[in-house]
């Protein structure tokens, strides 16, 4: 069952200038970077009232976010949900006629599986949903 809005991503082609607005300009706290290699990205999260907002970045210049940034540009990425059985969720909702970017949930930042609903499945937005496995 979704718990909680856990992070709203944001595409970022500078990351370093990305986290100084968000550290200094905006006075958010920083909890740091962490490479998703799965997914080629680089991530920074900014803890915030319950929720995070995420910068995602290519990691090393290459991965799908590259191709993204190309042709949609720097903005908001996708909204993650937090579940309590990311498995049971899939199932629910591909048995609602969901489509979903992969076939199974991978794994993802902060000790998490991860798994996307395709933009057309929800209005134009991708959706993440994310599952904690590893409390950090």
Do not use: W
Not at 41 to 64: K, M, N, Q, R, W
Not at 89 to 103: E, I, M, P, S
Request: net charge negative; hydrophobic share 40%; proline share 5%.
């Amino acid at each position: 069952m979704i718990v909680a809005l856990d992070h709203i991503a944001i595409a970022v082609p500078d990351l370093d200038k990305s986290i100084s607005r968000f550290l200094e300009d905006f006075g958010l706290n920083y909890e740091g970077l962490e490479s998703v290699t799965a997914a080629k990205t680089s991530t920074a999260f900014f803890p915030i009232d319950g929720t995070s907002i995420e910068l995602v970045h290519p990691l090393d210049g290459e991965g799908p976010l590259v191709g993204y940034l190309e042709k949609y540009g720097p903005g908001l990425h996708h909204i993650c949900f937090r579940t309590d059985d990311i498995d049971a969720d899939v199932a629910r909702l591909k048995d609602k006629g969901y489509q979903f970017l992969t076939d199974e949930p991978s794994f993802g930042a902060h000790g998490t599986r991860v798994i996307f609903i395709h933009p057309r499945s929800c209005d134009g937005v991708l959706i993440e949903l994310n599952e904690v496995v590893n409390d950090e």
